[in-house]
């Protein structure tokens, strides 16, 4: 089945211990993108990659990092978590680009205390 | 860069009844593509229908249908014969620039 997963689905972790967020896809896509979703302000594109090793700043970038070394990988890495990074977290993937459909894994829950 | 506005931030429509959802956007690109994607409750966002700048047609998807106006900037969702199952928060989307979603309640 094709799909984008995300680990984990929901996390609670305190101010300043470093986390991860994995999202991979099955679909040889060669475009993915994380996207934060905040009550009021849609969804925000935080870092996307356009192939392995290309990773570009989306609106949203400050306090995140992200790697792409394999093509189905995309871990979104909070080096320092902070409060006003709580939010409801998306992965997305398309075969080539943002003019492609994009689809979404089923979204993870970051609380920081 | 591209803008995307959705103005109605709560709809509600009675079940079998048709529903608009509006949106409008700005762009400087001459192609492009435009997206409406549901997110149920289960919060998964899915594709409900994409409708490419450069086509004349406006796009549909079964019950769902669009009416591109490129002139105006516009790019409304309706939705016919509602279901209770159509209830959901639906986002107009852009290039990588999402609306801020119209919640879509239907009425038994």
């Known amino acids: 089945e094709a799909q984008v997963t995300q680990n984990p689905r929901y996390l609670i972790t305190v101010t300043g211990k470093k986390l991860t967020v994995t999202c991979s896809q099955n679909?040889?896509?060669?475009?993915m993108s994380w996207y934060r979703q905040d009550p009021g302000l849609g969804l925000r594109q935080i870092y996307y990659?356009?192939?392995?090793?290309?990773?570009d700043k989306g609106d949203v970038p400050e306090g995140y990092k992200v790697s792409r070394k394999e093509k189905r990988n995309f871990p979104l890495i909070l080096e320092s978590p902070s409060p006003n990074q709580t939010s409801l977290y998306f992965c997305?993937?398309?075969?080539?680009?943002?003019?492609?459909?994009?689809?979404f894994g089923p979204g993870t829950r970051l609380t920081v205390l | 860069a591209q803008t995307v506005t959705q103005s109605q931030p709560e709809m509600s429509v009675q079940e079998a009844e048709t529903v608009t959802l509006s949106c409008t956007y700005d762009?400087?690109?001459?192609?492009?593509?435009l997206f409406w994607y549901k997110q149920p409750p289960s919060r998964q966002m899915i594709l409900v229908i994409r409708?490419?700048?450069?086509?004349?047609q406006n796009a549909t998807e079964n019950r769902f249908s669009v009416n591109f106006q490129k002139a105006a900037k516009s790019f409304s969702l309706k939705i016919s014969d509602s279901q209770l199952g159509d209830a959901a928060m639906y986002f107009c989307?852009?290039?990588?620039?999402f609306g801020t979603g119209t919640r879509l309640k239907v009425l038994a």
């Open positions: 989307a852009g290039k990588y620039i």
């Open positions: 679909m040889n896509h060669e475009y």
């Open positions: 990659s356009m192939n392995v090793e290309v990773t």
């Open positions: 997305a993937s398309s075969r080539r680009g943002v003019t492609d459909t994009q689809y």
């Open positions: 762009t400087s690109e001459s192609d492009y593509y």
């Open positions: 409708q490419e700048a450069y086509k004349q």
